[in-house]
């Protein structure tokens, strides 16, 4: 759990890390440097999901043996499927992750959505719904492992 106060935005008690894969998580279906070492620790404190329509058929095989469940959606349907992962997980409780204009309702839903740039890009649809953008996904692990640094982006 992390559980952190910022004043005039609210608490937030986040239990479950829900993140999208392709341009989020890897490159071109790639696990990006760092990132398994970086999910397995925050895996202390959140559950962690990867939620992915697994473009490039990667994800499984990327992400076996660290500490995440994955879960692979169909091509269709994956904007309201990704918003119903985060709202069956309670969303008051999740921080999502993701760069696509599929990530755009999960990101909304949560109760932190961060958008990651990354090497992919980020659709404006999803950087429109979440609440902090980020250059890489290893600045949006460093926000969850340092939660004074939400603090100081949210604060009002
Ligand atoms: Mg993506």
Same mark, same amino acid.
Do not use: W
């Given at each position: ?5 910022? @004043? ?6 986040? &239990? ?33 999901? *990867?939620?992915?329509?697994?473009? %490039? ?6 992400? !076996?043996?660290?500490?995440? =469940?994955?879960?692979?959606? @169909?091509? &269709?349907? !994956?904007?309201? =499927?990704?918003?119903? %992962? ?23 839903? $949560? ?8 090497? &992919?890009?980020? $659709?404006?649809? $999803?950087?429109? $719904? ?9 600045? =949006? ?5 340092? @939660?004074?640094?939400? *603090? ?5």
């Amino acid at each position: 759990m992390i559980d952190v106060a910022i @004043p005039g935005y609210g608490r937030l008690a986040l &239990e479950h890390l829900v993140c999208d894969y392709n341009g989020t998580l890897a490159r071109d279906g790639v696990l990006l440097d760092g990132v398994a070492a970086q999910l397995n620790a925050l895996a202390a404190n959140l559950t962690v999901h *990867v939620v992915t329509g697994d473009t %490039f058929g990667t994800a499984l095989r990327s992400l !076996q043996g660290l500490t995440c =469940a994955v879960t692979l959606l @169909p091509s &269709e349907g !994956q904007v309201q =499927a990704k918003q119903a %992962f985060v709202t069956k997980l309670g969303a008051a409780g999740v921080v999502a992750v993701g760069n696509g204009r599929n990530d755009r309702l999960m990101l909304e839903a $949560a109760a932190l959505g961060i958008a990651v740039i990354g090497d &992919e890009g980020l $659709a404006a649809d $999803a950087m429109l $719904a979440c609440d902090i953008v980020v250059r890489h996904v290893a600045d =949006a692990f460093a926000l969850l492992e340092d @939660p004074q640094r939400l *603090v100081a982006s949210l604060r009002v």
